[in-house]
């Protein structure tokens, strides 16, 4: 069975702070790896993993994947308030049929 | 706009009955999911659909059904079977064949006393 774990399960920062959420799998025919956001409602994605694309950044997010230690961090520099939300992991294997498998998430609050 | 809408956002229903959630989405994606999240929990995954009039069961699809007669289509009942009904509900859909992110809607929180 496909796992994915998320830590910490909750985090409180400062604006200003940088951040740096993780995630660890155990997946049978890895193929994905996926990082999304979700403030309240619909989760928003922010980056995709995998074996041909290990690091990925956009503006003050980033995000690298280690397929050999199996994990993922998610990094946020120069946090905002707006950053305040739910991070969510979640992992595809070739012989899901694209089908994802999410961990508990971090709540990430960021105070002003 | 292309999206994906879910309707309705609140939904309040009394044990025993079934209810269904609506999922429509104009991506022309093939594939759709039907996801339940509870407090403080990831996303586990009910039911999927890879392409029209075909279906399979996700993680937790015990008290849970699904149609897919059309494309944009996707909805999910449940039914007084399901011990624990109360949760947000969301639906997503991708394109199929190699690596694609999933696109949610907005959710439905479904409320059953």
């Known amino acids: 069975e496909d796992k994915v774990v998320q830590s910490p399960l909750s985090l409180v920062v400062h604006e200003g702070d940088t951040v740096t959420l993780n995630c660890s799998y155990e997946?049978?025919?890895?193929?994905?790896l996926l990082w999304y956001k979700q403030e309240k409602k619909a989760p928003t994605f922010l980056f995709m993993l995998t074996s041909s694309g290990i690091e990925k950044k956009s503006g003050r997010l980033s995000s690298i994947l280690d397929k050999k230690e199996l994990f993922s961090i998610l990094n946020i520099t120069a946090t905002q308030t707006g950053d305040s939300a739910v991070y969510l992991c979640?992992?595809?294997?070739?012989?899901?049929?694209?089908?994802?498998?999410f961990g508990e998430g971090t709540q990430l609050t960021v105070n002003p | 706009d292309g999206g994906i809408t879910q309707s309705p956002k609140y939904l309040f229903r009394k044990e025993g009955q079934n209810v269904t959630l609506s999922c429509e989405q104009n991506?022309?994606?093939?594939?759709m999911y039907w996801y339940r999240q509870d407090p403080g929990q990831g996303l586990r995954l009910i039911y999927y659909s890879q392409i029209v009039n075909d279906f399979q069961k996700g993680d937790i699809a015990e008290g849970y059904s699904v149609s897919r007669e059309k494309k944009e289509s996707f909805p999910l009942t449940v039914t007084s079977a399901q011990k624990n009904p109360t949760a947000f509900y969301l639906c997503a859909s991708s394109i199929t064949g190699d690596v694609y992110e999933q696109y949610f809607g907005p959710g439905t929180r479904l409320t059953v006393t």
């Open positions: 997946v049978t025919n890895f193929r994905s």
């Open positions: 991506l022309n994606h093939d594939a």
């Open positions: 979640a992992v595809e294997a070739r012989t899901s049929g694209s089908r994802l498998t």
